[in-house]
């Protein structure tokens, strides 16, 4: 099973937006695989960041695995669990939740990839996590986004 039409239609709007898209799906419908099959359009500026409610972060690294079984291996995607983790400059996507890029504001260990770069991929899973400019969730994550090159669903 591959995308269907309408995943396809989504994949095709984000890429001709240059990777820089919202995908306002409902439900259930495919976001994930929407957001892996745009981030592989930009495999050069790989790795990708991805932030998502805590309890989505296994969700993610499984999604990858399954659809993108020629392009990432398990030990190549990192989970972040917790504030004193450091990215690893060879994974291919790094894992992390909302919560964690806020606590992180602070220090910054995850504002940056580990080569000082800033982070050219960068996924918002449950965007609407972002609604309220006043909480620190949010004045963390969107520096993230506005440096990024390609930033979707």
Not at 23 to 42: R, S
Not at 86 to 107: C, E, G, H, Q
Request: glycine share 8%; net charge positive; with cysteine.
């Amino acid at each position: 099973a591959g995308l269907l039409p309408y995943q396809l239609e989504g994949v095709h709007f984000g890429a001709s937006r240059g990777g820089r898209c919202l995908i306002g799906d409902e439900m259930g419908l495919g976001k994930t695989l929407q957001g892996l099959a745009i981030a592989a359009q930009y495999l050069e500026e790989w790795p990708v960041f991805v932030i998502c409610p805590s309890s989505l972060r296994w969700v993610w690294k499984d999604q990858a695995l399954e659809w993108l079984p020629e392009l990432v291996r398990e030990h190549q995607i990192q989970v972040i669990k917790k504030s004193t983790d450091t990215l690893n400059p060879r994974a291919k996507f790094w894992v992390i939740s909302y919560n964690m890029v806020a606590l992180d504001a602070k220090n910054g260990n995850f504002q940056m990839r580990p080569d000082g770069l800033p982070h050219a991929i960068v996924i918002a899973d449950e965007s609407h996590n972002l609604k309220d400019w006043s909480t620190a969730r949010t004045k963390a994550v969107v520096p993230l986004l506005r440096r990024a090159r390609r930033a979707s669903p």
